[in-house]
Nanobody
Framework: QVQLVESGGGLVQLGGSLRLSCAAS????????MGWFRQAPGKEREFVAA????????IYADSVKGRFTISRDNAKNTVYLQMNSLKPEDTAVYYC???????????????????WGQGTQVTVSS
C-alpha cells in the first residue's frame, strides 16, 4: 500500500505560479515512478508529467512543456510539480500517482499507476 497526500493547490492569477507537493508513505519511495495528472470539470483525467524513480527521466504533456517542472526528493519521500506561467486552461484538480511496477520509463497512461492521491484544486483566474 502507498498513501499519497497532495498539497499546494489554490487560486492564482493568469501568469502566476504554484508548487504542488505530494508526500508518499507506505513503501520505499525511491522505488516508485511518480506522475501528476489533472482533471477539469466535464473532462477526462489527463497526463501532466512523470518522473522515474531516480529522477533522471522526466516526461511532460505538450500542453505544459516549458512551463511545468516535475522533481522529486527521495530523502523527503516527496514529489513536486512547479507550475509557472499558469493559464486558465490549467484549472483542474491535480492528482499525484505512484507506479510500483519498477517500470524503466514513466508511463503517460493513468492505467500505468497503482495508487492515487485525493487531489488538490488549482484554479487560474483571468
Amino acid at each position: 500500500q502507498v498513501q499519497l497526500v497532495e498539497s499546494g493547490g489554490g487560486l492564482v492569477q493568469l501568469g502566476g505560479s504554484l508548487r504542488l507537493s505530494c508526500a508518499a508513505s507506505g513503501r520505499t519511495f525511491s522505488s516508485l515512478v511518480m506522475g501528476w495528472f489533472r482533471q477539469a470539470p466535464g473532462k477526462e483525467r489527463e497526463f501532466v508529467a512523470a518522473i522515474s524513480w531516480t529522477g533522471g527521466t522526466t516526461i511532460y504533456a505538450d500542453s505544459v512543456k516549458g512551463r511545468f517542472t516535475i522533481s522529486r526528493d527521495n530523502a523527503k519521500n516527496t514529489v513536486y510539480l512547479q507550475m509557472n506561467s499558469l493559464k486558465p486552461e490549467d484549472t483542474a484538480v491535480y492528482y499525484c500517482a505512484a507506479d510500483v511496477g519498477s517500470r524503466a520509463y514513466p508511463s503517460r497512461r493513468a492505467m500505468g499507476y497503482d495508487y492515487w492521491g485525493q487531489g488538490t484544486q488549482v484554479t487560474v483566474s483571468s
